[in-house]
């Protein structure tokens, strides 16, 4: 089978389409022929390295894994002797490792579920990774509900979208801070208010938010305490920026401390939980049409480095979707 493999970091063209065995299955996996993937920052975090920090455990010189890709949409055409819940010939979505390739082996248990009625493969392929950060962020951790004001920082991106939506089907009055160019995605998913960054620093606007979902860290912790409210709630989840040698660690130490000493609750590093639950639970969302995927691009599967290399420069809206032939 065709799939992608890096053997050294490096930028997107240190990126390989090579012929690769394709993967056998134990008892309790599938075998799933991938009709799509998408895109996510881990991927490029992976592919570069960084922060170095991270290379302790990926590899010190080299990477000691070579696959890419977190998201999977496809068909189920084989499975393990153990596995009840699906069969050859269903379609699914949900988390995989090496997505980006022709076939994946997959556990069924705690990864892969039906896809959602109504969803091509590659809407369904733009879901896991960044709706279930948005989920477990939004529903478990701020425990965002009706009447609360949300705020989401970075409300074009890959979590942003599904952020803003989420937050509206809890029943939250949403503001999306996004640049020019998002502005009317956002708007048309749902946001209650736009802010345009370029514009207005939504940290001066005199408004008070009950949850603050902070996706790009472009201002200060304390100017984003300025405009929370006395008992609400702070989410970093931002991982893309910072140094070469920890990334955003100097930023999530920070809000560790803050939160020692204030009222405000202040929660640092949101990483997704990989678990079918919610993978369940964001198929009836978006069978029910409550939220939906917003797809920048695809790509095919030749040209994952040019689609690594855009979410990279981080201007994509939406999610950036690799598809099969």
Not at 54 to 73: E, I, N, S, W, Y
Not at 74 to 92: C, F, K, W, Y
Not at 197 to 226: H, P, Q
Not at 271 to 290: I, P, Q, S, Y
Request: aromatic fraction near 6%; hydrophobic fraction near 45%; charged fraction near 25%.
């Amino acid at each position: 089978m065709k799939a992608i493999r890096y053997h050294s970091y490096g930028s997107p063209d240190v990126i390989k389409l090579q012929d690769v065995d394709k993967p056998e299955i134990g008892d309790d996996d599938v075998l799933v022929r991938v009709r799509a993937a998408s895109v996510n920052a881990g991927d490029w975090h992976l592919l570069r390295g960084l922060p170095y920090i991270f290379r302790a455990q990926a590899g010190l010189t080299r990477p000691k894994a070579h696959l890419l890709g977190a998201d999977v949409a496809g068909e189920v055409v084989a499975a393990g002797r153990s596995v009840t819940a699906l069969r050859p010939g269903d379609e699914v979505y949900g988390f995989c490792r090496g997505a980006f390739a022709e076939y994946v082996a997959v556990p069924a248990e705690g990864f892969v579920v039906r896809k959602p009625a109504g969803l091509t493969f590659e809407e369904a392929a733009a879901v896991p990774v960044a709706a279930v950060t948005a989920l477990q962020a939004l529903r478990d951790k701020a425990q965002a509900k009706a009447g609360q004001k949300v705020l989401v920082n970075g409300a074009g991106g890959g979590v942003g979208p599904f952020a803003v939506q989420i937050a509206k089907a809890l029943g939250a009055e949403v503001t999306g801070v996004c640049g020019p160019g998002n502005a009317e995605i956002v708007r048309s998913i749902g946001a209650d208010h736009v802010v345009d960054y370029t514009k207005e620093d939504f940290t001066r606007s005199g408004e008070r938010y009950d949850v603050i979902l902070d996706n790009v860290a472009n201002r200060s912790l304390a100017d984003c305490r300025r405009v929370l409210a006395p008992r609400g709630i702070y989410l970093h989840n931002s991982g893309d920026k910072g140094g070469r040698w920890v990334g955003v660690m100097p930023r999530i130490v920070h809000v560790m401390l803050s939160s020692l000493f204030v009222r405000q609750r202040l929660v640092a590093g949101h990483v997704a939980d990989e678990n079918t639950d919610d993978l369940v639970a964001l198929r009836d969302l978006l069978e029910t049409g409550k939220i939906r995927p917003v797809i920048d691009r695809t790509h095919p599967l030749s040209e994952v480095p040019e689609a690594i290399g855009y979410v990279e420069r981080g201007h994509a809206r939406g999610k950036v979707v690799i598809t099969m032939a």
